[in-house]
């Protein structure tokens, strides 16, 4: 099994940028697609980006395209979603989802296609 612990959340204004970090342990991540889901209150867990075990292969809904980007780093079995140009809208916990698959270039939208997540980390974004 693989554990995912996430980081980098935090309080910033409307406009400004956060670095979230996804680190996995017992497993080598290269083995798994990853994605990063966010809830925020009285709301369902959507999905915001995902990636492949490659790395080339990127998804992103659209409220986040061309202001969020995912990337990860095999040998440092870590995925980051930078974020940039926030917006009080995407406030939420931030999730982080593996799901172990032996195609290196598949990427997936779906929450219950993942079955390995972390605790979230909160993002809150002031107006």
């Known amino acids: 099994q693989v554990q995912l612990v996430e980081s980098g959340g935090g309080l910033v204004q409307a406009g400004g940028s956060l670095r979230l970090s996804c680190a996995a342990s017992g497993r080598a991540l290269v083995l798994y697609r990853v994605a990063w889901f966010r809830q925020a209150p009285g709301k369902e867990r959507d999905f915001v980006a995902a990636?492949?075990?490659?790395?080339?292969?990127?998804y992103y809904t659209d409220d986040v395209k061309g202001r969020f980007s995912i990337a990860r780093d095999n040998a440092k079995n870590t995925v980051a979603l930078q974020m940039i140009s926030l917006k009080p809208e995407d406030t939420a916990v931030y999730f982080c989802?593996?799901?172990?698959?032996?195609?290196?270039?598949?990427?997936?939208?779906?929450?219950?296609?993942?079955?390995?997540w972390g605790q979230g980390t909160q993002v809150t974004v002031s107006s």
């Open positions: 990636i492949s075990p490659s790395g080339g292969n990127v």
């Open positions: 989802a593996a799901a172990w698959t032996l195609i290196i270039t598949e990427v997936g939208t779906e929450r219950d296609k993942y079955n390995y």
